[in-house]
């Protein structure tokens, strides 16, 4: 009995943590289409935004996507004055992604509207139950990147 109560509070767990990843996506794709962009647009932007300049190649890997395809994302990044490419001073056969200051603010202002809707949702909770939750999250994402292959890169906290 005691076994299958586990059980049961297990996939209610998975079951909430499935709801809350589709609902994340939801947001962040209706997000990028009410500003005029993809979600891969706005993923491939958000990845240079978080984590700094990158080469096509470095970013494509990132996003577990061909570098034809991150060229093509990126062309349309470039046209709407949200990426610029410069010279790659490593390398000088490569280009370094770079967001603009609009890339930069659109990210920004995206994410400072999710940090507050966090802050709303989690406003009436212990410090204890933050707690709790962010170590559930914090292991759960541990194991999820342990679980990558080798050319996987794992997924990074940027706060």
Same mark, same amino acid.
């Given at each position: 009995?005691?076994d299958?109560?586990? +059980?049961?509070?297990?996939?209610e *767990?998975?079951a909430? &943590?499935? &709801? $809350?990843?589709?609902?994340v996506e &939801?947001?962040?794709?209706r +997000?990028?289409a009410?500003?005029? *962009?993809?979600a891969?647009? $706005?993923?491939?932007l958000a990845?240079? =935004?978080? $984590?700094? @300049?990158?080469? @096509?190649k470095?970013l494509?890997?990132s996003m577990a996507m061909?570098?034809?395809?991150?060229t093509?994302v /990126?062309?349309? *990044?470039v046209?709407?004055?949200?990426v610029?490419? =410069?010279?790659?001073?490593?390398?000088?056969? +490569?280009?370094?992604?770079t #967001? /603009?200051?609009?890339?930069? /603010?659109l =990210?920004?202002t995206?994410y !400072?509207?999710?940090?507050?809707?966090?802050?709303?949702?989690l406003?009436?909770? +212990?410090d204890e !139950?933050?707690?709790v939750?962010r170590q559930?999250?914090t292991?759960?994402t541990?194991? $999820? !990147?342990a679980? *990558?292959? @080798?050319?996987e #890169? #794992?997924?990074?906290v940027?706060?």
């Amino acid at each position: 009995m005691a076994d299958d109560l586990r +059980s049961q509070r297990m996939d209610e *767990l998975i079951a909430s &943590a499935t &709801a $809350f990843f589709r609902a994340v996506e &939801a947001l962040r794709v209706r +997000s990028a289409a009410r500003v005029n *962009l993809t979600a891969t647009e $706005f993923r491939a932007l958000a990845r240079l =935004v978080e $984590f700094g @300049p990158d080469s @096509p190649k470095a970013l494509a890997t990132s996003m577990a996507m061909s570098t034809a395809t991150i060229t093509a994302v /990126t062309d349309r *990044l470039v046209a709407r004055q949200l990426v610029t490419r =410069v010279p790659n001073q490593a390398d000088r056969r +490569s280009v370094l992604l770079t #967001p /603009t200051d609009e890339g930069l /603010t659109l =990210v920004t202002t995206m994410y !400072n509207r999710y940090r507050q809707m966090y802050i709303d949702t989690l406003a009436g909770h +212990s410090d204890e !139950n933050l707690d709790v939750s962010r170590q559930i999250l914090t292991m759960i994402t541990a194991s $999820f !990147n342990a679980d *990558l292959g @080798p050319d996987e #890169p #794992p997924a990074r906290v940027s706060v």
